[in-house]
């Protein structure tokens, strides 16, 4: 069982969801990302999406792209990337998944960048540019290190690509709610909820929704019926705006807070 697996069995025991947040690293800088992933995880995080930084990042929207040129302005690359998590290894133990693209992962190695993730600590890994039609070379490697492979539907994916993605993903699956790129939005669509109970009947994996999830009131929401809810633009601004500063921590804390309390204080609906 991987800790992705280990994680959300966990939270289903005690009826609650995965708030999954995502950073971009090295933004502002890499010992500041260092410093954000213990600070998420204590404002009760549990999973954390690592952003590898890329030149051209087509499924993000303006602040995620920003986050990544200011990253790769600072030097940062895969293996920066990598050093990085296992330093966090020393002291923390959250689920990490490097989101990213698959340029960068092939100019790498798709064999040495799964072994080397794996030893690293990485749990997981979504490229979100790399289909699950063209994803067999790197999936037999990452399946071989035991590291959780993960997917994409949107709201545009029919029965075919929901079997595909059931067949394929590992750890969990990443429902997206809007069409498009990453960013938040003043409201979700109406028919997350029929989407994600649509996928449920081809998976017993967790569904994780995100893209476009801006606050509180979304979140908790959208946790009555995805297992996981995915934060990454709303927590991205707030670096953006307090880069360096001293309270760049708290003011991402207290977000973060306010996620997790909303999540845990959701009504279900009958």
């Known amino acids: 069982m991987t800790r992705i697996e280990k994680r959300f069995a966990t939270l289903k025991e005690k009826g609650e969801k995965a708030l999954i947040t995502f950073i971009t690293a090295g933004d502002p800088d890499m010992g500041s990302t260092e410093r954000l992933i213990y600070a998420l995880e204590e404002a009760g995080a549990d999973m954390i999406e690592l952003g590898i930084p890329f030149s051209d990042p087509m ?3 303006p602040t995620i792209q920003a986050s990544s040129e200011r990253a790769l302005k600072g030097g940062v690359t895969i293996e920066d990337v990598l050093a990085l998590v296992k330093r966090v290894r020393k002291r923390s133990e959250i689920p990490i998944i490097l989101f990213g693209y698959y340029n960068p992962i092939f100019a790498y190695g798709v064999e040495r960048f799964s072994a080397d993730a794996r030893e690293a600590g990485v749990d997981g890994l979504l490229v979100v540019d ?4 063209e994803a067999d070379e790197l999936k037999k490697h990452t399946d071989r290190e035991g590291l959780d492979l993960i997917f994409l539907l949107t709201p545009t994916s029919d029965e075919r690509r929901m079997r595909l993605v059931a067949r394929k993903a590992r750890g969990f699956i990443y429902y997206v709610s809007v ?7 003043d409201r979700l669509p109406e028919d997350v909820r029929l989407y994600v109970e649509r996928a449920r009947r081809f998976t017993d994996l967790p569904i994780g929704v995100g893209f476009g999830v801006s606050g509180p009131e979304q979140a908790r929401t959208l946790s009555q019926w995805a297992d996981g809810i995915i934060v990454g633009s709303a927590i ?3 670096i953006e705006r307090w ?3 001293e309270r760049l921590l708290e003011e991402v804390k207290a977000f973060v807070r306010s996620l997790k309390e909303a999540m845990e204080s959701r009504v279900y609906e009958a």
Request: no cysteine.
């Open 243 to 245: 880069g360096r500063s």
């Open 236 to 238: 991205v601004k707030i």
């Open 130 to 133: 790399l289909p699950p039609e």
């Open 179 to 185: 069409t498009g790129v990453t960013g938040t939005r």
């Open 59 to 61: 499924a993000d929207g």
